[in-house]
């Protein structure tokens, strides 16, 4: 018996194959007893998601050309998006043959793939809380020197562990710079206005007012 997702198209003696992923992917969910989303499901590139519980999810797609029968399955988790590509814990992933037994794939998918996602999200959480601590204590310290400082403007997006400092004053100087979670800054752009500019900013940095 051939494969069940695996799909015939003649078009005037030229054989065109396709694959039945969202089939496929309800088949998965319902062998796993997980709930599963089908968008696009009419498109050729159809997306499909199953929820494991526990904040994982897994992403389902198909290989084309003499891999058709082949579906690739990747794990995400909830909190993933506010890390960073290089901080985030690598997350499992597998490609499995969809003419397989479905009870044999949902244990296969479940220990390769689900199981360890379950403990790759445990550490993401721990990261996000860390670095959602962070950003709060950043947030907090940017507030404080733009209500102190008149005319300086702390710019900080969404998940970074840094800030944009940016000073613009005429008669002072204008300063681009960054600003770190321990209050530690970085000047990329110091330009300050008056003749005795340097001395001023040589006795602050010489620890002088």
Not at 108 to 119: G, L, S, Y
Request: hydrophobic share 35%; charged share 25%.
């Amino acid at each position: 018996m051939g494969n069940p997702y695996v799909t015939e198209t003649h078009h005037h003696g030229r054989v065109d194959y396709g694959f039945k992923l969202a089939t496929f992917g309800r088949d998965l969910a319902k062998a796993l007893a997980m709930p599963v989303t089908v968008d696009h499901e009419e498109s050729n590139y159809p997306s499909v998601s199953i929820d494991c519980g526990d904040g994982v999810s897994i992403a389902l797609r198909n290989e084309y050309g003499a891999k058709r029968s082949k579906v690739g399955v990747w794990a995400g988790c909830k909190g993933q998006a506010k890390l960073d590509h290089h901080e985030r814990p690598p997350m499992p992933s597998a490609t499995i043959d969809s003419g397989r037994d479905m009870a044999a794939l949902a244990r296969d998918v479940t220990r390769r793939v689900i199981e360890p996602a379950r403990m790759a999200a445990v550490e993401t959480a721990e990261r996000v809380a860390k670095k959602d601590a962070i950003t709060g204590g950043l947030r907090e310290l940017a507030k404080e020197l733009e209500r102190s400082y008149p005319g300086l403007q702390v710019i900080h997006e969404t998940n970074k562990t840094t800030a944009d400092l940016y000073f613009n004053r005429p008669g002072v100087g204008f300063l681009h710079g960054t600003l770190y979670p321990n209050g530690t800054c970085s000047f990329q752009r110091v330009s300050l206005d008056g003749a005795d500019a340097p001395r001023r900013l040589f006795a602050i940095l010489s620890g002088g007012n």
